[in-house]
């Protein structure tokens, strides 16, 4: 008799116990089922919309544009003029620097001795300045990894006139407080687009040494951008000219799909 009880009871426990695997099973699938389609329809969305059309940015569907420009102004606040990059001593830096790439740096005839730097502060009103004149300001030095999307990375020694500095001796002010710089090499080959925040940045340097040599013609003579809070592509050689805007300058790299902002 009891032992008659026990095996009913054990009968309704598996019942029970299946059931409860059968639910089980049907969340999980259901889940499985629900998540995976929306998934595949998020997918399906993001594949069938609409590239960008190719211009200061190239390459992104339009709406991971928008999330990139969202990501692009949380980090711009984030890290903030308040915050430096990593510094070496001196004995760190490499004495043999890599040389990467050479674009709107083959002219022939080019001399850095001949060279002048074009500030436009507006059309039709272009300041010219003299390496002697760049030199005469206070100068900065700035020991640093220097990184290239590439994936190579060197701590290197540079120097040369804060940008921020610069600014402040030509008084160009005024000019700063639109939101990007633009720079370009003499022959407009090269050219980047900047946010004003990072090339006034405490560590964004106009260079015409490195490790303590004028800077070699392959790395950029007679002055070149060294700005630390951006990857390689950012840091122009032989800076021709230098502009301000309210809207993207136009950006090599970016023009190619590289990211606009490819801040560190
Ligand atoms: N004018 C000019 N500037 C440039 C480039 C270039 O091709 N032309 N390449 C950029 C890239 S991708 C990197 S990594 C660095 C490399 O500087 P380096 O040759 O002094 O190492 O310069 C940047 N500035
Ligand atoms: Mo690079």
Redesign the pocket.
């Given at each position: 008799m009891e032992n008659h009880t026990d095996k009913n009871k054990k009968a309704k426990e598996e019942v029970a116990v299946e059931q409860k695997i059968k639910r089980r099973n049907f969340i999980s699938f259901s889940t499985f089922f629900v998540l995976g389609g929306a998934a595949f329809g998020g997918w399906k969305w993001l594949y069938n919309s609409p590239e960008e059309t190719a211009g200061i940015t190239a390459g992104a569907r339009k709406p991971l544009r928008r999330a990139l420009n969202k990501t692009e102004l949380f980090f711009r606040k984030f890290y903030s003029n308040n915050h430096h990059v990593k510094t070496y001593p001196k004995a760190m830096a490499a004495k043999k620097v890599r040389v990467?790439?050479d674009i709107g740096m083959d002219d022939e005839g080019f001399k850095p001795e001949n060279w002048t730097l074009s500030v436009v502060k507006s059309k039709g009103d272009v300041l010219k300045i003299t390496m002697d004149e760049i030199k005469a300001l206070p100068k900065t030095e700035l020991i640093f990894s220097f990184k290239?999307?590439?994936g190579w990375d060197q701590i290197q020694h540079w120097a040369g006139v804060k940008f921020s500095d610069f600014i402040d001796h030509f008084k160009l002010n005024e000019h700063a407080k639109m939101d990007y710089i633009g720079m370009e090499t003499p022959n407009g080959e090269y050219y980047v687009g900047l946010e004003s925040e990072s090339a006034l940045h405490p560590q964004t340097l106009l260079a015409y040494e490195m490790n303590d040599q004028p800077i070699a013609i392959e790395h950029g003579a007679p002055l070149r951008l060294i700005i630390p809070v951006k990857?390689?592509?950012k840091n122009l050689k032989r800076i021709g000219t230098i502009s301000f805007s309210n809207k993207r300058p136009k950006d090599y790299w970016a023009e190619q799909g590289y990211d606009y902002y490819s801040g560190l």
């Amino acid at each position: 008799m009891e032992n008659h009880t026990d095996k009913n009871k054990k009968a309704k426990e598996e019942v029970a116990v299946e059931q409860k695997i059968k639910r089980r099973n049907f969340i999980s699938f259901s889940t499985f089922f629900v998540l995976g389609g929306a998934a595949f329809g998020g997918w399906k969305w993001l594949y069938n919309s609409p590239e960008e059309t190719a211009g200061i940015t190239a390459g992104a569907r339009k709406p991971l544009r928008r999330a990139l420009n969202k990501t692009e102004l949380f980090f711009r606040k984030f890290y903030s003029n308040n915050h430096h990059v990593k510094t070496y001593p001196k004995a760190m830096a490499a004495k043999k620097v890599r040389v990467n790439s050479d674009i709107g740096m083959d002219d022939e005839g080019f001399k850095p001795e001949n060279w002048t730097l074009s500030v436009v502060k507006s059309k039709g009103d272009v300041l010219k300045i003299t390496m002697d004149e760049i030199k005469a300001l206070p100068k900065t030095e700035l020991i640093f990894s220097f990184k290239c999307v590439e994936g190579w990375d060197q701590i290197q020694h540079w120097a040369g006139v804060k940008f921020s500095d610069f600014i402040d001796h030509f008084k160009l002010n005024e000019h700063a407080k639109m939101d990007y710089i633009g720079m370009e090499t003499p022959n407009g080959e090269y050219y980047v687009g900047l946010e004003s925040e990072s090339a006034l940045h405490p560590q964004t340097l106009l260079a015409y040494e490195m490790n303590d040599q004028p800077i070699a013609i392959e790395h950029g003579a007679p002055l070149r951008l060294i700005i630390p809070v951006k990857y390689g592509i950012k840091n122009l050689k032989r800076i021709g000219t230098i502009s301000f805007s309210n809207k993207r300058p136009k950006d090599y790299w970016a023009e190619q799909g590289y990211d606009y902002y490819s801040g560190l």
